[in-house]
């Protein structure tokens, strides 16, 4: 989406479907995430025996990393300096090279405070529907008349 369709505030509905983003995080991916961030490796996240030490399945998705997932989602919808606020609840944990989709869906709106607000539930899941993500954001949007 471009910057010039980015929503405005009056045509947005509640039940709006917001996506899917469909993402794959790949192992070297992790592995740059993880170096910028400055997490010392290996760890659970690029290394299977550390992973399976904490009796994960295998190394998986930083938390971080999969906020910055969902949130790319928002941002593409709602345009830069959109989102307000992230509220995420980690069901199980997300593995490396497996399909991904995020979508959200417009579960309220209102004016508060001079801003033109939205609220969505977010969710990522697994190709099979596996919910390893999951939550609520809140964007804000700009009106027509402004």
């Not at 405005?8 to 917001?18: A, N």
């Not at 794959?24 to 740059?32: E, K, P, R, S, Y």
């Amino acid at each position: 989406m471009t910057q010039q369709n980015m929503p405005y505030f009056e045509d947005v509905e509640l039940g709006d479907e917001i996506g899917p983003l469909q993402k794959v995080a790949a192992d070297d991916q992790v592995v740059g995430f993880c170096q910028l961030w400055g997490n010392p490796m290996p760890n659970r996240f690029t290394d299977a025996a550390i992973a399976a030490k904490a009796n994960l399945p295998g190394p998986i998705l930083p938390g971080v990393m999969s906020m910055a997932l969902m949130s790319q989602l928002l941002t593409q919808w709602g345009g830069p300096g959109a989102l307000k606020d992230l509220d995420l609840v980690f069901r199980q944990p997300v593995p490396h090279d497996q399909p991904l989709n995020i979508a959200a869906t417009v579960t309220d709106t209102r004016q508060e405070n001079g801003e033109n607000l939205v609220e969505c539930d977010i969710l990522m899941t697994g190709a099979a529907g596996e919910r390893y993500v999951g939550g609520t954001a809140l964007l804000s949007l700009p009106s027509k008349s402004q």
